[in-house]
Structure formats: structure tokens, C-alpha cells
């Protein structure tokens, strides 16, 4: 039998659209993203890593905030409105997961998308 995630179709799209676009945004035009599915016991684990500009130390406790945009994003020009990850954490939240991020300055930024897998009624 299949083991569905927590998700909500929707919910979990509109989730990947923003890692995966954010992912891209960051990302110079020659770079790959990574992104890695696995199970791990009663949770799937999504990774979305960049190799972009990364996010410095005292932008990370904002990173889920709505509207906020480090000084980085601005000076290089992207766009955007600053509720992609506020809009995901959220959603994740409401699925019962955990949206965590490690980032190193100037190599990059992964994404770690973690929820719970509910076991199908019998």
C-alpha cells in the first residue's frame, strides 16, 4: 500500500512552486538545483539546494517573516514580494510538517521540507 504525506494537493504544490522557484531565483543562470526526496520512517523529506548567493547570519531569523527581503535580494535586482517562504512555512505548519533551511554566504541554500506520513485506514 501507499503511504500518503500529510498533503493536501494544493497545499504541498503550492509549497514545492515556491522552494523550487526560489531555488531558481537565487541561483546563477549556469547553476543547477538539487532536489531529493526520500522516506525517512513516518516523514518525507523534501530538499531543495541552490548554489546562489546564500543567506547571511543575521537575515536567517527572518527568513520566514512576511515581506522581508534581504538587502542581498534587493541590491541584485530580484524580484519579489517577500511572501513566498512566509506563504510555505505556513502552509507546512498547517500540514503538520517543519520547513527548515542551512544556508552558507556566497555557496548557497537548502530548503528541508519535512511531513508526516499518516497511515492509510484499513
Request: with cysteine.
Amino acid at each position: 500500500g501507499s503511504s500518503p504525506a500529510a498533503a493536501d494537493p494544493l497545499k504541498l504544490t503550492e509549497i514545492l512552486e515556491n522552494l523550487v522557484s526560489n531555488a531558481l531565483k537565487y541561483s546563477d543562470e549556469d547553476k543547477f538545483i538539487d532536489i531529493t526526496v526520500r522516506k525517512e520512517d513516518r516523514t518525507i523529506r523534501v530538499e531543495v539546494t541552490d548554489r546562489g548567493m546564500g543567506i547571511r547570519a543575521q537575515d536567517r531569523k527572518h527568513i520566514f517573516e512576511k515581506f522581508f527581503r534581504s538587502e542581498d535580494a534587493r541590491l541584485a535586482g530580484k524580484e519579489g514580494t517577500g511572501l513566498g517562504l512566509a506563504i510555505a512555512c505556513e502552509l507546512v505548519r498547517l500540514l503538520g510538517g517543519r520547513l527548515t533551511f542551512r544556508s552558507r554566504w556566497k555557496k548557497g541554500t537548502t530548503f528541508i521540507l519535512e511531513l508526516p506520513i499518516w497511515k492509510e485506514p484499513s
